[in-house]
T-cell receptor, first 115, second 113 residues
Framework: GAGVSQTPSNKVTEKGKYVELRCDPI?????LYWYRQSLGQGPEFLIY????????DSGLPNDRFFAVRPEGSVSTLKIQRTERGDSAVYLC?????????????FGPGTRLTVL | QKEVEQNSGPLSVPEGAIASLNCTYS??????FFWYRQYSGKSPELIMS????GDQEDGRFTAQLNKASQYVSLLIRDSQPSDSATYLC?????????????FGAGTRLAVHP
C-alpha cells in the first residue's frame, strides 16, 4: 500500500495477557518508530529502528515491552503481562532515512484496551 | 519543564478568522520543527515543517520560527470548520546519535461557523 498500515485497528485484552501489534511501513523507508498516545497527550516515543536494528529503545517503559523488525520492513511491538495502564493508541511511523529533516508518516494506530 | 510546551486550549475562533497556535521548546540545539494536525480518532498528519528562522508559508498555513526565543507558531488564515482538530508541535532533539522527534501535548482548535 501507499501508506503505513497497522493491524489490528482495535485490540481488547484482559489484564495479564500477551499482545502483538503489527506495523507495515512505507516501502523503502529504513526508519521505523513506535509511539504511544494517551488521551489528551501528544505521541510519546517508544522505540526507533534503523533497518533491522533498534537504534534507540529508551522510550520503552519497562521490560514487558519489546519490539522487533527482523527483515528491516514489518515491525511487531510485543507487550507481555498487559496492565490497565497500557491502554492507549499505539502509533507506528516510518521515514525514508531517519535524518533530522525527514518527514515521519504515521499509520492509523492500534487502540489497545486492557480490561 | 517539558521539552515541548503548548497551550492545550481549546482555542475557539470564528470561521474566516486567523487562528494562531504557539509552541515553545527547551533544547536550543533543536534543528527541525514540525506541525502535525490530528483529527479526533485519527493519526497525526504533517502540515508544515520549518528549519530556519522566519516564516514558511503553504496555502492558508504559515509556520514561524524564532530560535533565539525558542518559539514556533502556526497561523491559519481564513479558518474553516474543517480546520477544527488538535495541532501538535514537534521538535527534533539530537539524542543517542540521531534526531528524535519530541511532541507537545497539542492545542485543540475549534472553528465555529
Amino acid at each position: 500500500g501507499a501508506g503505513v498500515s497497522q493491524t489490528p485497528s482495535n485490540k481488547v485484552t484482559e489484564k495479564g495477557k500477551y499482545v502483538e501489534l503489527r506495523c507495515d511501513p512505507i516501502s523503502g523507508h529504513t526508519a521505523l518508530y513506535w509511539y504511544r498516545q494517551s488521551l489528551g497527550q501528544g505521541p510519546e516515543f517508544l522505540i526507533y529502528f534503523q533497518g533491522t536494528g533498534a537504534a534507540d529503545d529508551s522510550g520503552l517503559p519497562n521490560d514487558r515491552f519489546f519490539a522487533v523488525r527482523p527483515e528491516g520492513s514489518v515491525s511487531t511491538l510485543k507487550i507481555q503481562r498487559t496492565e490497565r495502564g497500557d491502554s492507549a493508541v499505539y502509533l507506528c511511523a516510518s521515514s525514508l532515512t531517519g535524518g533530522g529533516t525527514d518527514t515521519q508518516y504515521f499509520g492509523p494506530g492500534t487502540r489497545l484496551t486492557v480490561l | 519543564q517539558k521539552e515541548v510546551e503548548q497551550n492545550s486550549g481549546p482555542l475557539s475562533v470564528p470561521e474566516g478568522a486567523i487562528a494562531s497556535l504557539n509552541c515553545t521548546y527547551s533544547d536550543r540545539g533543536s534543528q527541525s520543527f514540525f506541525w502535525y494536525r490530528q483529527y479526533s480518532g485519527k493519526s497525526p498528519e504533517l502540515i508544515m515543517s520549518i528549519y530556519s528562522n522566519g516564516d514558511q508559508e503553504d496555502g492558508r498555513f504559515t509556520a514561524q520560527l524564532n530560535k533565539a526565543s525558542q518559539y514556533v507558531s502556526l497561523l491559519i488564515r481564513d479558518s474553516q470548520p474543517s480546520d477544527s482538530a488538535t495541532y501538535l508541535c514537534a521538535v527534533t532533539l539530537f539524542s543517542g546519535g540521531y534526531n528524535k522527534l519530541i511532541f507537545g501535548a497539542g492545542t485543540r482548535l475549534a472553528v465555529h461557523p
